[in-house]
């Protein structure tokens, strides 16, 4: 495969996850299999669009901000797109907010999706970011990830390794916790893992 044009920040989220996604992704892409769960998060997603323009941003610790909804980014540098969930706007900060549905907690490969999207927004002219929120549709509970220089360079060492996968052609290890791929939509692709 030849040197790929742009990377999606969603690949960096399923990359901390399981690289393999990714690989399947970018290596067969026309035999993506949608899952309930994956239907189910784009209804959410749209739904609570509708409900973030009505709700106060008390849940964000904030009084007032402009919101930015679907907001579509790209840096040509770093090599990647993406759409931000929502962004807030102050006169002197700018907040991406990132939805997921399938949690109560949340991990390493929603704080590295969310460090992507800060990325792109301060190459798109934002200013520069700080923080972030991951907000579960679930639990309606807002949680506040801070954007350090370390969760930065994890985001930009993943944009490598990506590239690198797809460079190389190879496919990844599968992930050392086997509870992923439970529900994972390309488990029946994965025939090393019981």
């Not at 060492?157 to 992923?180: D, F, L, N, Q, T």
Request: charge should be positive; hydrophobic fraction near 40%; glycine fraction near 4%.
């Amino acid at each position: 495969m030849s040197e790929p044009w742009m990377l999606q920040a969603v690949d960096l989220k399923q990359w901390a996850y399981c690289p393999r996604v990714v690989y399947y992704a970018y290596f067969m892409p026309s035999i993506r299999p949608e899952t309930y769960l994956m239907i189910e998060g784009k209804i959410a997603h749209e739904e609570e669009e509708l409900r973030e323009v009505r709700r106060s941003l008390r849940r964000y610790g904030l009084d007032r901000a402009e919101r930015h909804l679907r907001v579509e980014l790209q840096d040509e540098a770093l090599g990647v797109s993406g759409r931000v969930d929502l962004v807030l706007r102050l006169t002197d900060e700018v907040i991406p907010v990132e939805y997921k549905l399938e949690t109560s907690r949340f991990l390493r490969h929603h704080r590295v999706q969310l460090a992507i999207y800060a990325m792109l927004l301060e190459a798109n002219g934002w200013t520069p970011i700080r923080r972030g929120f991951l907000y579960s549709i679930r639990t309606k509970r807002a949680e506040e990830v801070r954007m350090t220089r370390r969760l930065r360079a994890q985001a930009r060492a993943m944009v490598a390794e990506v590239r690198e996968m797809i460079a190389s052609e190879r496919m990844p290890e599968p992930p050392s916790v086997r509870g992923k791929c439970v529900n994972c939509e390309f488990r029946r692709f994965c025939n090393d893992v019981l």
